[in-house]
């Protein structure tokens, strides 16, 4: 079963603008991770918040987690046609190692 | 380094057969992770395995299996495959240790289809 739901679905913006996404999970968590996908490959590592940290910056990338709301969200700013992909959230629960991940967000950035 | 790398990366079976997929690392992790993606059900995890031992294991029937080497390098088999096996299958490597949850660096996957 996934642990993280991620909301929107699916985001179309333009280039150059922000894209936020949203993930809520169920249990307490160790950390929360995001990852990037594209198109049916690898996953790529993008951030790590653990959970006692409430935000994290990396480039263009913000997160935010409230362990409180059991939510995380994550920021992508001035989007670029690359940032074209599905990104996913994964929860590590306090007493587990596996990740557990969410469905996803497929974001499409419009040139 | 060398990213993780999988092989083969596409594969065709029929149903009853079985397959076995690979898995290496990147140079100095000791825990190697297999999932499994499909439209339907999204990224499951299937186990985890660090030195050799199995550490974490998923909900997949009995028939999905792996193992770890003692350099690291990792397989999975799944016996008896049924249609509902075509998926990707991510393989993932990570320093391990008594880190929770580290940061997992995948592979590009196994592409399986079962006719």
């Known amino acids: 079963s996934q642990q993280g739901e991620e909301d929107p679905q699916a985001l179309s913006i333009q280039e150059g603008e922000n894209a936020t996404m949203n993930c809520s999970y169920k249990?307490?968590?160790?950390?929360l991770q995001w990852y990037r996908q594209n198109s049916g490959r690898g996953l790529v590592h993008l951030i790590l918040i653990r959970s006692n940290e409430r935000e994290k910056h990396s480039g263009r990338l913000r997160v935010t987690l409230d362990t409180s709301k059991k939510s995380s969200s994550l920021l992508i700013t001035a989007s670029r046609a690359a940032d074209t992909a599905s990104y996913f959230c994964?929860?590590?629960?306090?007493?587990?190692?596996?990740?557990?991940f969410g469905a996803g967000t497929t974001v499409t950035v419009r040139a | 380094k060398a990213g993780v790398t999988q092989t083969p990366r596409y594969l065709i079976k029929t149903r009853g057969q079985q397959v076995t997929l690979s898995c290496s690392p990147i140079s100095g992790h000791r825990s190697v992770s297999w999932y499994q993606q499909t439209p339907g059900q999204g990224l499951q995890f299937l186990f985890e395995?660090?030195?050799?031992?199995?550490?974490n294991k998923g909900n997949f029937p009995g028939r999905f299996s792996g193992r770890q080497f003692s350099n690291s390098r990792s397989e999975m088999n799944v016996s008896t495959l049924e249609l509902g096996d075509s998926a990707l299958y991510l393989c993932?490597?990570?320093?391990?240790?008594?880190?929770?949850?580290?940061?997992?660096?995948f592979g590009p996957g196994t592409r399986l289809t079962v006719l």
């Open positions: 249990t307490s968590i160790n950390n």
């Open positions: 994964a929860t590590v629960p306090s007493n587990d190692y596996k990740l557990s």
């Open positions: 395995y660090f030195s050799e031992t199995q550490r």
């Open positions: 993932a490597s990570s320093p391990g240790g008594t880190s929770l949850g580290d940061e997992q660096f």
